[in-house]
């Protein structure tokens, strides 16, 4: 059988007894995807280091083996803080007026898929097949095809493929839409990402068009695909069903009393909408004031990329809209928002959205969004809660049932929450029973297999040679 090799920025490494460290969306989808293979994990160790080796640390844990380089300052600042998310991050998210572009740090983030080619390049078998993940790796493929890399290789992006006419305001376009197209199976979150990704190809490097998703860019065939990431349903299911021996949960909800509980679980990120969500939320209170004292809205947003000046400035945002809201509605017995940076453990998670009545999952832009999904799979049958979904979330897709919103309209999405309030039970279970059952068919398995075959496939049907070996016959 193959070996699949999974690159992505950062890698997960289970503690040597076996125990999972604590799992973040990739983590869980690359343990799904090495269920059914032998393989390789590469990427960035976390650690930061003056002078790091181009020999990558292996670590094996059993079925599985890591390999980890360091990235050193410059490279850390330069490819991942800058040009991956200062630059791709926002652009990839329709946020133009974030977008800072450096040459300096497109140099540096192109540099680091080099050094990242090379250490992986020695490690890779003729007959493995290798998977990239995410933005900061789009050059991957070509740095690998020009080490003479011949093997499958494909990409799935996690965040949204914009529009052409935003994507081509980034200064390195096209010189990122051609080494995309050296991957052979590209899978994006969405039908609309697949289609602005194809055009983009088309119009800019003049791509012919094979049916099938298949494109022939410069020569080279490619393939695109939407491919909806998954959870892990069954997992996620059993720990909201244990989760009320949690003493976290069980806390929360004595706190709670009559009270009704809201629920947002966002990293603190611009893309998620957590300042805007705070007012739609005030705007609820301010035209439901029997309502005051009667809900309380928890937001837990764990602090990601403290780093990057935009995402100080939201922090400082989203503080002063909490204390603007609670100073302005709280009462010495209400506070009407509670807000947390903590990270919370994942069984922790699935108790707080069961017993929340509400879930506000908010994005002004999102991949997919995998909170929405475990919303709805922790639910309980007979008296499920309701689900506020973004309409520019890839998760409305698959999640049509749910009341879906404009996130920029604040109006909307506080009468979104008066409906979902005084929602009756039957209307609740009508709708979740389909998005639950679409969850437990489409999860994370669903999703890994569907891409691997896929991949696999390309061993089978004619490619066309590299590009660098071709050159170099
Ligand atoms: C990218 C794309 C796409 C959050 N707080 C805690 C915690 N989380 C977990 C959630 C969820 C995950 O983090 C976040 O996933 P999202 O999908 O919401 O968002 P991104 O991190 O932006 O992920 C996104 C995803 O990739 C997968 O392709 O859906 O669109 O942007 O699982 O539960 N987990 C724990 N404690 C927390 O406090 N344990």
Redesign the pocket.
């Known amino acids: 059988m193959a070996r699949l090799v999974i690159v992505s920025n950062r890698v997960a490494i289970p503690e040597d007894s076996g125990k999972s460290v604590?799992?973040?969306?990739?983590a869980?989808?690359v343990k799904e995807a090495f269920t059914s293979y032998e393989g390789l994990w590469f990427g960035w160790s976390g650690k930061v280091v003056e002078d790091p080796s181009e020999e990558p640390e292996l670590i094996d844990r059993g079925r599985v083996q890591y390999a980890v380089v360091d990235l050193s300052p410059q490279d850390h600042r330069e490819y991942y803080s800058g040009f991956a998310n200062r630059a791709l991050w926002p652009i990839m998210?329709y946020r133009l007026g974030l977008g800072a572009f450096s040459r300096s740090d497109y140099a540096g983030y192109q540099r680091v898929n080099r050094i990242f080619a090379r250490a992986l390049a020695k490690l890779i078998e003729p007959d493995d097949i290798i998977w990239v993940h995410?933005y900061h790796l789009l050059p991957l493929a070509s740095e690998l095809r020009g080490l003479g890399i011949a093997n499958p290789i494909g990409y799935?992006h996690?965040?949204?493929w914009p529009a052409a006419d935003v994507f081509n305001t980034l200064p390195a376009s096209n010189d990122l839409l051609r080494g995309i197209a050296d991957y052979d199976l590209i899978g994006l979150?969405t039908d609309p990402d697949v289609h602005n990704l194809s055009r983009n190809l088309i119009d800019e490097l003049r791509a012919i068009p094979l049916g099938g998703g298949s494109l022939m860019v410069d020569g080279r065939r490619t393939r695109i695909r939407s491919f909806p990431?998954g959870?892990d349903v069954a997992g996620f299911k059993e720990a909201a069903e244990n989760a009320g021996a949690n003493k976290t949960v069980r806390e929360t909800m004595a706190g709670l009393r009559t009270r009704k509980l809201l629920i947002g679980?966002?990293?603190l990120?611009y893309?998620?909408g957590v300042p805007e969500r705070m007012e739609a939320v005030d705007r609820f209170f301010a035209s439901n004031p029997d309502q005051r004292g009667n809900v309380v809205y928890l937001q837990?947003?764990?602090k990601?990329r403290t780093e990057v000046p935009e995402y100080e400035e939201l922090s400082r945002e989203v503080n002063e809209t909490v204390g603007e809201i609670n100073g302005a509605l709280g009462e010495p017995n209400w506070t009407p928002i509670q807000y947390v940076t903590?990270?919370?453990?994942?069984p922790?998670?699935a108790g707080l959205y069961r017993a929340a009545r509400v879930g506000l999952?908010t994005?002004m832009r999102?991949?997919?969004?995998?909170?929405?999904?475990?919303y709805i799979v922790a639910q309980t049958a007979d008296d499920p809660g309701v689900l506020v979904l973004s309409k520019f979330?890839?998760?409305s897709r698959q999640l049509p049932e749910a009341l879906l919103v404009n996130p920029y309209d604040r109006f909307e999405v506080a009468e979104a929450i008066r409906t979902a309030l005084y929602m009756p039970r039957g209307e609740r279970i009508e709708r979740w029973k389909p998005m639950v059952d679409r969850m437990t068919r489409e999860d994370v398995d669903w999703w890994a297999r569907n891409f691997l075959t896929d991949l696999e496939n390309f061993r089978t049907i004619e490619r066309e040679p590299p590009r660098a070996a071709a050159a170099a016959e």
Not at 22 to 26: I, R
Not at 342 to 346: E, H, L, S, T
Not at 366 to 374: I, P, Q, R, S
């Open positions: 604590a799992a973040g969306g990739l869980v989808a998210h995410d799935f996690h965040i949204p979150q990431i959870i679980v966002d990293r990120d893309s998620k837990i947003t764990p990601s903590k990270a919370y453990p994942r922790v998670l999952v994005p999102d991949g997919m969004n995998l909170v929405a999904k475990e979330a890839g998760a």
